[in-house]
């Protein structure tokens, strides 16, 4: 079945760095767009990137592009997720999730780990 | 402050019929057919419950409907039960690129 996990969230400083990980089994990850989601404590749900099936494209929302990189491989079935110059906006439970449609960037998100927490604080 | 606009709560007793509004703007609902909704039960990771305004994903029940006129979509549950107390998030896409969220709604089943 599939099977999606996040890592690497924690706490960190404002103006530091994190990257998260997201492991993946289940079905085929090279054939799939991959999305980052967030959801900060007691708020609602903001999509934060996506990155092509064949990584090639990538996309950001406004509120962190220029400071997350988006990354894949393929080859190990994982997403990553590097997030620099972090604020105490950025504070939140980080989902990765799986676009609905094969070999398609598309507009859903099917499949969804538990998440990964991370905060922002001094 | 979200782009789509939810009502917070909504409720209903066992049975009946509630429906979810999410409003935005012709850049977003008003400009493409692609609007889904998520069902997000506490501490758990949300599901896909409609896409392409009206689609059921394979496995979602058939109590679950979806609508859009204009730049408001709407969610119906039908025959409200007491498994489908959750949070329900809207989501579109934009004119812009960007894949933006309603701020949910909280279903309380009475």
């Known amino acids: 079945q599939v099977q999606v996990v996040e890592s690497g969230g924690g706490v960190v400083q404002p103006g530091g760095s994190l990257r998260l990980t997201c492991a993946v089994s289940g079905f085929t990850f090279s054939r799939y767009t991959m999305h980052w989601v967030r959801q900060a404590p007691g708020k609602g749900l903001e999509w934060v990137a996506l990155i092509s099936y064949d990584g090639n494209n990538k996309d950001y929302a406004d509120s962190v592009r220029g400071r997350f990189t988006v990354s894949r491989d393929n080859s190990r079935n994982t997403l990553s997720l590097q997030m620099t110059s972090l604020r105490v906006e950025d504070t939140a439970v980080y989902f990765c999730?799986?676009?609905?449609?094969?070999?398609?960037?598309?507009?859903?998100?099917?499949?969804w780990g538990q998440g990964t927490p991370v905060t922002v604080s001094s | 402050q979200s782009a789509l606009t939810q009502p917070a709560s909504v409720s209903g007793t066992p049975g009946q019929s509630i429906t979810i509004s999410c409003t935005g703007t012709s850049s977003d609902i008003g400009a493409y057919d692609y609007v889904s909704w998520y069902q997000q039960r506490p501490g758990r990771a949300p599901k896909l419950v409609i896409f392409?305004?009206?689609h059921r994903p394979s496995g979602v029940s058939n109590r679950f409907s979806g609508s859009k006129s204009g730049n408001t979509a709407s969610l119906t549950i039908s025959g409200l039960q007491a498994d489908d107390e959750a949070d329900y998030f809207c989501n579109a896409y934009t004119i812009y690129s960007q894949r933006v969220f309603g701020g949910g709604t909280r279903v309380t089943v009475l």
């Open positions: 392409d305004v009206s």
């Open positions: 999730a799986r676009d609905l449609w094969e070999l398609l960037i598309g507009y859903y998100f099917d499949y």
